[in-house]
């Protein structure tokens, strides 16, 4: 394991509205406001069709293929993530979210996209102090984060 130590900076209370776009809303903010790193958690709902990524079509493949699945109507959702710079110094959100609708729950990652239903509620707890950020790793093609 690696690590890094970090400081809390400034917390956010975000209100997404009806069709705002994960990760794209998370994204812009954070580099609107400045923010280099920090902790995000999501609750909400999410529109049908949305894309979420549940995992590799072939885990051992030294590049994997993401195997995606579609929302198949608005669902509740649950998501906790990440915020770091890439190597370009533009924020990148990394959520995994739970979606569920009746007795069904798709759980992955958001960054395939998908659109608020209605409501969502983001709060963003700024980290400072890090030289944390994710970089390219040319073996998987992942944006990994390095500390």
Known sequence: MRYSEAGLGRVFVCRLEDGDRLPDTIEDFAREHGIKAAMVFFLGGAERDGKVVVGPEDGAASKPVPMIERLLGASEALGVGTIFINQDKIPKLHLHSA?????????????EGIEIWRIGEVIILELTNTSAQRRINPQTGFELLEV
């Not at 979606?99 to 960054?111: A, D, K, L, S």
């Open 99 to 111: 979606f569920g609708r009746q007795r069904e729950t798709i759980t992955g990652c958001t960054r």
